[in-house]
């Protein structure tokens, strides 16, 4: 028998490999062992149609609390000395650009943020996990003033700006009886809308980077789930009726809008209007990206997004589950299938959170419980979630994210 050249294997080898890749592609189809109905019924983004969820194997509420207690648990424990999380340590070769000391005060900024918002909407009346609340909310009212772009090219700071103004308005009824307190974090909640007026790109929006110029307002395009989470993070400001600027608000829902297609998939960045098929800006790209977007355009008001569209892309996330699964933990942003970065999972999943609290509260049962177990799922041995491994931040971020996730799924 003849051997083939080597020019035929690597054909063969060729045509082998892509056929199932041009099938994954062509229609976004991956998931987390669904129904095919699941995957049939959400598949064109029929707006008109219900959606069909999974109705076994669901989580109880007894296993979602006790979740939730273990990683209040894992922040107690992981909280540093000086009442903020995350650190600059757990170094490798493959970390991303961050500039010191500047990038990490807007990591940790960011991380403690998230925390704070956590151990406030749990509830949790352990001793030590109030301990650690109150020390992370004087560590952030101590050092949130000092927060600035770590250069004229890496602005992670914009992170911090809209997770600390979450945390702040979370914060605020906390503090109800104490007038001196409660001024001083309305100062800082407002002090924020001026960081992001100052940050704010020339066309609208935030992203996090500015290579180019570097100039001392950001000429990069927005990025559209840096709108989406600052939109969010403003909303919520707006309900406790501390007003963010017209303009400010204006301008980032219409750079978000420019970077929305028809199915209600949005691109990365404002950068890439150009190519709308590239992976990344298709539904399986943007299932970390849409439900932020989705809850940010709908809490200002916007009609389109509808019940139906919250609908269809809840279900798409967990009937496509596997996209952003895949790229979970990975070490290199963008490195998966879809150009998928591990750091769209948590992130992603509680702004699904975010967009289920968003429809009548008779239509959430199993919207919460389907996403209840994607996240039941990941938990770790320590009682952490974590997605993308960023030196020491990713496992209180993740579990931050987590637990806020997990509190919308219970009844």
Known sequence: MKRLPPSAILFLTGFLLAGPWVDLVADDNIGSGQSSKVAERIGDFDFSLEPILPTQDLPSEVAIRAAIERGIQFLVEDQNKNGSWGSPTRTKGLNIFAPVPGAHDAFRTATTSLCISALIETKTDDPAAIAALRRGEQWLIDYLPDLRRATGDAIYNVWGHAYSISALVRMLPRYKDDNEKTEKIVELIKSQFDMLERYE???????????????????????????????????EAKAASIEPPSRLVRRAIAATKRQQKPDFTYLYGEYLQYQPMREINRPGGSLGRSQCCNAALRMWGDERVSNQVIKH????????????????????????????????YYFGHFYAALCIDLLPAAERDLYQANLAKLILEKQEKNGSWWDYPLYDYHQPYGTGFALMTLVRTLP
């Open 313 to 344: 892309w809840l279900a798409h996330l967990y009937a496509r589950n596997g996209w952003l699964d895949i790229g979970r933990k990975r070490p290199v942003p963008h490195e998966s299938w879809m150009q998928v970065a591990g750091y769209f």
């Open 201 to 235: 790109s020339v066309d609208g929006g935030w992203g996090y980077y500015d290579f180019r110029y570097k100039a001392n307002q950001p000429t990069a395009s927005s990025i559209s789930f840096v709108n989406g989470a600052c939109l969010v993070a403003l909303a």
